[in-house]
């Protein structure tokens, strides 16, 4: 009785684990444990049966389209690196400062700053309160504005960051007075104040030419596929061929493509590639590609519904962008970019499920469209579909 009423505990306390962890885990996790259907998605991209529990389905058809006959050979263009970083540039640096106050006088001290506002972000003080007498306030301000006010205690830092720069500007830091005695001396006593400039390093194009031949200068398409090395800043990457704009937006790691049926070609021709501001790329290589025609490209525009944009921006985990993929005639990735953020999410096309994983904060509060595209693939998508993760 007693061995029976051991193994009773025992089943019980493994059934209220199991139904802890199917409780704790994802909506996704719960159907795939639950079900089974998902033992054979193991990259995490594509495959596999999606989770149930649809937020929002809409129809979608024909994505991408195929390009016509290939004129001439694969250009490549090698090594490309463009940037325009910014940089810290010390203006001043005190080891140590002490500031005092009483009720009538303030201890201040400026720090002069000279700027261009077009090539300048910011300027920072950092400073650290070593130690202090009374309870003085911390202020500093910027050409007389107040731009950061704070009570802090003796063995803490202050970072404050100062835009809308003049040419020429002042930054006063003042140990104000903060009590009722008028007898009274607050002091601060500060280590390591800096003043530091960001700037903007000289912007950095990477210029190549593109020969062609006569035939190839006919060609009305124009495909480039291109590969990210390095990126730093997260900001666009613009191309311009012979001066006129082929690209303007953001590069993922990895592989690219992009595509233009507006081209004017010529025997040697100019190629730019320019990062915008804050921004840096290495690009190992681009290959060019031109087509003789090209069959007119479908895409999907979906304008989501304000309420199911709240509902992801609701969700921990975020949500599943999915396409039920019934055709494939032309292989490729499809292309998933979220607007107003401009963030792509790519995904390789196959028949069956074809989804990404999106972050809540990719997600507007209002006025989110999403496009659904693809430059090299030709696919039918019979449903577009958002889950919760």
Request: charge should be negative; charged fraction near 20%.
């Amino acid at each position: 009785m007693r061995a029976q009423y051991a193994v009773s505990i025992v089943v019980l306390t493994l059934l209220g684990l199991f139904l802890m962890y199917v409780l704790l885990s994802t909506p996704y996790e719960r159907y795939c444990m639950l079900t089974g259907a998902c033992d054979n998605d193991t990259d995490g991209g594509n495959g596999g049966t999606p989770p149930p529990g649809s937020i929002y389905t809409t129809p979608v058809g024909w994505i991408g389209g195929t390009n016509g006959g290939k004129i001439g050979t694969t250009h490549t263009l090698n090594n490309i690196a463009t940037s325009y970083i910014l940089k810290d540039v010390q203006v001043e640096f005190l080891s140590e400062l002490s500031l005092s106050s009483n009720i009538f006088v303030s201890g201040v001290r400026e720090f002069q700053v000279t700027a261009d506002p077009n090539n300048t972000e910011s300027v920072e003080l950092l400073l650290n309160l070593e130690s202090e007498v009374g309870s003085p306030l911390i202020e500093v301000y910027l050409n007389g504005v107040l731009a950061q006010q704070r009570d802090i205690g003796s063995g803490e830092s202050l970072t404050v960051l100062m835009n809308n720069l003049a040419e020429s500007n002042t930054i006063t830091l003042r140990c104000a007075f903060q009590g009722w005695a008028f007898w009274e001396v607050h002091t601060c006593n500060f280590q390591d104040i800096t003043v530091v400039k960001k700037e903007y390093e000289e912007q950095v194009v990477e210029t190549q030419t593109l020969l062609l031949s006569s035939q190839e200068q006919t060609a009305p398409v124009m495909q480039m596929k291109f590969w990210v090395e390095e990126t730093e800043g997260g900001g666009e990457l613009e191309i311009r061929l012979n001066d006129a704009l082929l690209y303007r937006g953001p590069a993922e790691l990895g592989n690219n493509t992009i595509e233009s049926n507006d081209v004017a070609l010529s025997g040697s021709n100019t190629v730019e590639f320019r990062a915008a501001k804050g921004v840096s790329y290495t690009i190992t290589k681009a290959d060019v590609e031109l087509f003789s025609e090209v069959e007119p490209k479908d895409f999907k525009v979906i304008n989501l519904p304000d309420s199911v944009a709240q509902q992801i921006r609701g969700l921990t985990d975020g949500a599943r962008f999915i396409l039920t993929v019934t055709n494939v005639q032309v292989d490729g990735i499809a292309y998933f970019t979220l607007f107003p953020a401009h963030i792509t999410h790519p995904a390789d096309v196959m028949v069956g499920s074809v989804f990404t994983d999106v972050e809540p904060d990719e997600i507007d509060s209002i006025a989110n469209t999403i496009r659904i595209e693809s430059p090299d693939a030709k696919f039918y998508a019979s449903e577009f579909r958002i889950v919760p993760r």
